[in-house]
């Protein structure tokens, strides 16, 4: 498989007025052509300023790049100029952002804002642009589009408006799309139409789409892989039956089972992972999750775990998976899901 | 189930905003329905079903425009003096949806705590009312050190514990979640949501559970209650509206919901919901009628006898 991003050692930090906030404490991942890769982790966890970074719109005054490189094709996107950024932000890379309320401009129409991109990156006249534009508001499943190209971003429901962000974001085929919560704002028949949309899209025009979300129903809706984040890292990475159906990590058994589904009886308590995510104001020394790990052991308190393989596929950074480690469970709510899968699978 | 009290009882309830402009909207049209005592409720359905008007109606932050809210058998609405409403405030309290918004910045947790407290003198001295809001934090997860402490110095997850704590501080009977986790973190939903079932447990607490978050609800609703366009379309034991749904609405909810089981995923269809699909001719008696005990769908004449043949 072709790899189209490269993330390598990521870190960077926001300076506050309570001292510096380490956001992202080295994050590598990859993403290949024609691939969804999820994303999921609590707010905080650096989920957003990951790929904020990648199109290079964090704040310049508060954010800084510590170390590390993002390989676009081999070009790495943290060296380039503004200028230079400029030409791939819309076009090679483009963005969905959460919230379709505000992420549209209210004074423009809606069809002036999808021509923006058309006509900057694609160098086409406003008429054929136009033209482009109307196909874009018919491909994802506006109707009327003649009509609704004229009108104000007001004039649209919240599904709507996300299906021109949509639009806004394809209108140059890119080969990256950046999805943050694209429909956490949204109903779930709403957000079932947006999903179905992005994927058939996505057959269309092959792109790599990166999907935040924090809802494990979409992310095994949509995602090929997914990668859970934790306190700014990545700790544990796979595909998507590899995270739901064997997942290693405590945090992931965490975010599994604190989750009902339908099958969840009454009697069953929840799963709450205790306590609140770390502080990265102060990171803690070792392992982030520890203190709220009932698993945690005294070396995940003093070193952090590194990446242990589980297949060619699937990573885990959990001191639990080495070698000398005791075998331990998942817990009960954990095991019992899985078999409930098994034999719901069968 | 019969044998159980009925706490709220409501009665053909309407709201409508803007009554009599070109733009009247029917936020909720014609709603009846009982909440037993010690049950959990869960009202579902999209965003600008009416759901949260209902709320937000039963406890009077709207004036219904018409029908009635009883509760305990006296009716909510209508004329009433300042101690008759006192009472019904005593009883019924509400936990909202945002706990960023829903907390007075300017007010420290204490007194954020104690207005109820202060209001109903429910608290004879300093000392006492001290010890109270030190006993609704413990019981919410939080301790007294909290008290001091002003909302912003806390996370959300901790903020609607400090909501939950409000409104448990006058001892209510009936409380109403509106959309109480929606705006939290998935691993701090189950905290707050293992939380509320506990008090419900201790203190017999009955809840109206508002949200769209249908696993969620599933899991912590006795009966549930699905809501489309103002109407209640179909009202049932939570497992058998999962299991049994009747209304074609209520399938396509169903069928919308993304599961954590990739496997599940790659193969759920979706049914859509198209409202023409009734055919209903002028003079259709469409109303909420029993199919099987306990079970109710909005539907006609001809499709009550259609689906009480399956």
Redesign the interface.
């Known amino acids: 498989m072709e790899k189209i991003l490269e993330v390598n050692d990521l870190k960077i930090s926001f300076h506050t007025f309570s001292g510096e906030v380490q956001a992202i404490r080295g994050v590598s991942f990859d993403l290949n052509k024609g691939e969804t890769l999820a994303i999921v982790g609590?707010?905080g966890s650096g989920k957003s300023v990951t790929t904020k970074s990648i199109m290079r719109l964090l704040p310049e005054q508060s954010s800084e790049f510590k170390s590390g490189e993002i390989l676009f094709k081999g070009k790495d996107l943290t060296k380039l100029n503004d200028k230079q950024m400029q030409k791939i932000r819309g076009k090679d890379i483009s963005m969905i952002f959460q919230d379709p309320m505000t992420s549209l401009n209210p004074t423009m129409t809606v069809g002036k804002q999808i021509m923006e991109p058309i006509i900057k990156h694609q160098k086409l006249s406003k008429s054929e642009a136009r033209e482009k534009a109307v196909k874009l508001l018919d491909l994802v499943g506006i109707p009327n589009p003649e009509i609704r190209f004229k009108q104000y971003p007001h004039q649209f429901s919240?599904g709507m408006r996300q299906r021109v962000v949509i639009a806004i974001a394809l209108a140059c085929n890119p080969q990256i799309l950046i999805a943050d919560e694209p429909t956490t704002a949204l109903?779930?028949?709403?957000?079932?139409q947006i999903?179905?949309l992005m994927k058939s899209l996505q057959k269309k025009v092959e792109t790599s789409i990166i999907f935040i979300t924090?809802?494990?129903?979409?992310?095994?809706?949509v995602?090929d892989r997914v990668a859970v984040m934790y306190g700014g890292k990545i700790i544990e990475v796979g595909t998507?039956?590899e995270i739901?159906?064997n997942p290693k990590h405590p945090y992931t058994w965490?975010?599994?089972s604190?989750?009902?589904?339908?099958e969840?009886e009454?009697e069953d308590?929840?799963?709450?992972?205790?306590g609140?995510?770390p502080n990265l104001l102060n990171p803690p020394k070792g392992d982030a999750f520890a203190p709220r790990n009932q698993y945690a052991m005294k070396i995940d308190l003093e070193k952090e775990p590194p990446m242990f393989k589980v297949s060619d596929t699937h990573y885990a950074a959990t001191w639990l998976l080495h070698p000398d480690a005791p075998k331990v469970e998942p817990p009960a709510a954990v095991q019992k899901r899985m078999k409930m899968?098994q034999e719901?699978?069968k | 189930m019969e044998m159980k009290k009925k706490l709220l009882e409501i009665k053909n309830l309407k709201q409508y905003f803007n009554v009599g402009k070109p733009n009247e909207v029917k936020a909720v049209d014609g709603l009846t329905f009982d909440i037993y005592e010690g049950e959990t409720l869960g009202l579902v359905g999209e965003s600008g079903c009416g759901k949260s008007t209902t709320g937000r109606t039963i406890i009077r932050l709207y004036d219904a425009t018409d029908g009635q809210v009883l509760f305990d058998g006296e009716d909510v609405h209508g004329k009433k003096s300042k101690a008759e409403m006192k009472k019904f405030n005593r009883e019924m309290q509400m936990i909202f949806q945002d706990p960023y918004a829903s907390l007075n910045p300017r007010m420290k947790v204490a007194d954020v705590i104690a207005e109820g407290i202060d209001i109903h003198g429910l608290a004879k001295t300093k000392e006492e009312r001290t010890k109270m809001v030190h006993d609704l934090l413990e019981t919410v997860g939080l301790n007294k050190e909290h008290a001091n402490r002003y909302p912003h110095e806390f996370s959300g997850g901790q903020r609607q514990r400090i909501g939950i704590a409000r409104a448990l501080a006058v001892k209510p009977s009936f409380v109403i979640a509106d959309e109480p986790i929606s705006a939290l973190d998935v691993s701090i939903q189950a905290q707050v949501v293992n939380l509320m079932k506990k008090l419900q447990r201790e203190k017999g607490l009955t809840y109206l559970f508002i949200a769209h978050d249908l696993s969620m609800v599933k899991y912590i609703s006795d009966r549930i209650g699905v809501m489309y366009f103002g109407k209640m379309v179909e009202l049932a034991p939570a497992e058998e509206l999962y299991k049994n749904p009747m209304h074609p609405y209520t399938k396509s909810l169903l069928s919308a919901i993304p599961l954590p089981d990739p496997v599940y995923e790659r193969n759920r269809k979706r049914q859509t919901y198209d409202p023409s699909s009734h055919n209903y001719r002028e003079g259709d008696q469409v109303e909420l009628r029993e199919i099987t005990a306990g079970h109710f769908v909005l539907c006609s004449e001809k499709e009550y006898e259609e689906l009480k043949k399956q």
Do not use: R
């Not at chain 1, 109903?187 to 079932?192: R, Y």
């Not at chain 1, 924090?214 to 809706?221: F, P, R, T």
């Not at chain 1, 308590?269 to 205790?274: R, S």
């Open positions: 609590e707010s919240g109903d779930v028949t709403i957000q079932a999903l179905e924090h809802d494990l129903g979409v992310v095994a809706n995602a998507v039956d739901f159906y965490g975010l599994i604190s989750m009902p589904d339908l969840t009454e308590e929840l799963f709450a992972i205790p609140t995510p899968y719901q699978h």
